[in-house]
């Protein structure tokens, strides 16, 4: 596997996309992800599952073929917050080249009030991730 240098963020790092989408990253040689879960509190474990899977498979590929590469050490760093919140998606996007976001709300129950329960917090939340991201040279 070929190292990229670069850092990415993932917003919604623990939903159904965004661990598929850390999985990808990580088999197209991504070694540094910043991963961003909500709610604070939240077992992201199954992403690290994903990264041990991949290296167990990569050793073992490696000792197939009987080949000596340079061993890629991947790094998640787990940021927990809100989208909501600027300060906590600066940080998680700060030192990144590039921002995957993906988070969604998602209920089971209908909402008393869908625009203010889902549609403005993903609105502002995009905002947040957008702003962030430029301010950081992003574009």
């Not at 787990?78 to 600027?86: H, I, R």
């Not at 590039?98 to 502002?124: K, M, N, W, Y």
């Amino acid at each position: 596997m070929r190292e990229k240098e670069e850092r990415v963020c993932v917003t919604g790092a623990n939903g159904f996309i965004g661990s598929w989408l850390v999985r990808s990253l990580v088999e197209e040689g991504y070694s540094s992800i910043h991963v961003a879960v909500h709610p604070p509190g939240s077992d992201p474990s199954h992403l690290f599952h994903i990264v041990d899977t991949i290296n167990q498979q990569q050793q073992q590929q490696e000792e197939e073929e009987e080949e000596e590469e340079e061993k890629v050490i991947i790094t998640l760093r787990v940021f927990e917050g809100n989208l909501l919140d600027y300060d906590a998606v600066c940080k998680a996007v700060e030192g990144c080249a590039g921002v995957f976001h993906v988070a969604s709300l998602c209920t089971l129950e209908d909402p008393v009030d869908p625009e203010r329960e889902l549609i403005l917090p993903a609105v502002q939340g995009t905002l947040n991730v957008l702003k962030a991201a430029k301010r950081f040279g992003h574009n």
